[in-house]
């Protein structure tokens, strides 16, 4: 049964995931065979694992009877499922007591297995996907390829349900009005620039100077620690649509967040971001900008929970993919949001 509030159509978020492709991880992110990462979606857990150096990408559940194979959002695990056995490697199923599956076509059984594809060195998934990858992404395919040639690992996962509609989380990542009320004193403090936005088809990237003089020259003192050869020297911030966005400041460190709609709750978004670090020169740059990175992560995580913070007392039928009746000229990009929306 469909339902309907206010125009938000339940199916939305399941159509949507299927249809476009989402950033899921970086190459560098699962080095090593049996890494994986988790992330719950609108038709369950889909997991991505690196099988000795291939990327799968399947449904977290056993082809035998169905049970879940990974438990947590990030780590290094066997392929193996608890109940009775079955084990994925070198690209297939290998099936403990096999003779026994007499009266049924074993051959058969395989990983329920997703598409993937690669725009530079990020991964990106597709369940039955309208449109090649390069024609979804369109003009922000080449800033997601020269980024990813400089990305060298991860050092944060944080992942947890928002208390509210997906579209609503999406909305407040795509304007940079509420900045000042709710980001005081972490965000606030660059003192960004109206600066410029470009559309590319269904995408968009939001380039603006940092406007607080000290931490410009602070943050571009630290260029001489990195080996990068991409950058936008302010914040910028690319939205992938329908659910990611990538941001940065300074282009040492890339945020990547999913804003996945739930699978049973319409009030609720499963949200994950992750703190990707750029090439550094050598070691020694390495331990100066240790600390750089952990506050990164720190200041994050602070600066999601603050965007949280205002998302949880925005009711689910505040949001409809009508046109904004009352809108700044800081959300011209909701007014996109909501016409792709409507698109279906
Ligand atoms: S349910 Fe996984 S091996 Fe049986
Ligand atoms: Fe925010």
Same mark, same amino acid.
């Given at each position: 049964?469909?339902?309907?509030?206010?125009?938000?159509?339940?199916?939305?978020?399941?159509?949507?995931?299927?249809?476009?492709?989402?950033?899921?991880?970086?190459?560098?992110?699962?080095?090593?065979?049996?890494?994986?990462?988790?992330?719950?979606?609108?038709?369950?857990?889909?997991?991505?694992?690196?099988?000795?150096?291939?990327?799968?990408?399947?449904?977290?559940?056993?082809?035998?009877?169905?049970?879940?194979?990974?438990?947590?959002?990030?780590?290094?695990?066997?392929?193996?499922?608890?109940?009775?056995?079955?084990?994925?490697?070198?690209?297939?199923?290998?099936?403990?007591?096999?003779?026994?599956?007499?009266?049924?076509?074993?051959?058969?059984?395989?990983?329920?297995?997703?598409?993937?594809?690669?725009?530079?060195?990020?991964?990106?998934?597709?369940?039955?996907?309208?449109?090649?990858?390069?024609?979804?992404?369109?003009?922000?395919? #080449?800033? +997601?390829?020269?980024?990813? !040639?400089?990305? $060298?690992?991860? /050092?944060?996962?944080?992942?947890? @349900?928002?208390?509210?509609?997906?579209?609503?989380?999406?909305?407040?990542?795509?304007?940079?009005?509420?900045?000042?009320?709710?980001?005081?004193?972490?965000?606030?403090?660059?003192?960004?620039?109206?600066?410029?936005?470009?559309?590319?088809?269904?995408n968009s990237v939001w380039q603006a100077p940092v406007g607080d003089v000290r931490i410009k020259k602070q943050l571009g003192r630290l260029g001489s620690f990195f080996n990068i050869d991409y950058a936008y020297e302010g914040y910028m911030s690319i939205f992938m649509f329908p659910f990611t966005m990538i941001s940065s400041t300074f282009g040492y460190s890339y945020s990547v967040q999913n804003f996945f709609p739930h699978k049973t709750r319409n009030d609720r978004t499963n949200f994950m971001s992750r703190l990707l670090t750029c090439n550094v020169k050598d070691e020694h740059a #390495?331990? +100066?900008?240790?600390?750089? !990175?952990?506050? $990164?992560?720190? /200041?994050?995580?602070?600066?999601? @929970?603050?965007?949280?913070?205002?998302?949880?007392?925005?009711?689910?039928?505040?949001?409809?993919?009508?046109?904004?009746?009352?809108?700044?000229?800081?959300?011209?990009?909701?007014?996109?949001?909501?016409?792709?929306?409507?698109?279906?």
């Amino acid at each position: 049964m469909r339902r309907l509030l206010r125009g938000f159509d339940m199916d939305l978020g399941t159509k949507l995931f299927q249809k476009y492709w989402h950033m899921v991880c970086h190459r560098n992110e699962l080095p090593n065979d049996g890494d994986f990462l988790r992330f719950k979606t609108p038709i369950g857990d889909v997991v991505i694992f690196n099988d000795g150096g291939d990327y799968v990408a399947f449904d977290n559940r056993c082809a035998h009877r169905g049970t879940l194979i990974y438990l947590t959002d990030f780590g290094n695990q066997a392929n193996t499922c608890k109940y009775h056995g079955w084990t994925f490697k070198s690209g297939k199923l290998i099936i403990p007591s096999v003779e026994q599956f007499k009266g049924c076509d074993i051959a058969k059984a395989d990983l329920r297995r997703y598409r993937l594809d690669w725009c530079g060195d990020f991964l990106f998934l597709g369940v039955a996907p309208e449109k090649d990858l390069y024609a979804q992404l369109d003009g922000v395919a #080449q800033y +997601i390829e020269n980024i990813s !040639f400089n990305i $060298s690992g991860r /050092v944060d996962v944080s992942a947890y @349900e928002y208390e509210c509609a997906w579209p609503l989380a999406l909305e407040n990542a795509l304007e940079p009005y509420h900045i000042g009320m709710v980001h005081p004193g972490t965000l606030a403090t660059l003192k960004l620039e109206d600066g410029v936005n470009t559309f590319h088809g269904a995408n968009s990237v939001w380039q603006a100077p940092v406007g607080d003089v000290r931490i410009k020259k602070q943050l571009g003192r630290l260029g001489s620690f990195f080996n990068i050869d991409y950058a936008y020297e302010g914040y910028m911030s690319i939205f992938m649509f329908p659910f990611t966005m990538i941001s940065s400041t300074f282009g040492y460190s890339y945020s990547v967040q999913n804003f996945f709609p739930h699978k049973t709750r319409n009030d609720r978004t499963n949200f994950m971001s992750r703190l990707l670090t750029c090439n550094v020169k050598d070691e020694h740059a #390495q331990k +100066i900008v240790q600390p750089f !990175f952990e506050s $990164s992560a720190k /200041v994050n995580r602070m600066v999601f @929970e603050e965007d949280h913070s205002i998302c949880k007392i925005m009711p689910t039928d505040s949001w409809s993919s009508e046109p904004l009746e009352f809108i700044s000229e800081q959300e011209v990009k909701i007014a996109h949001f909501r016409d792709l929306c409507r698109a279906g």
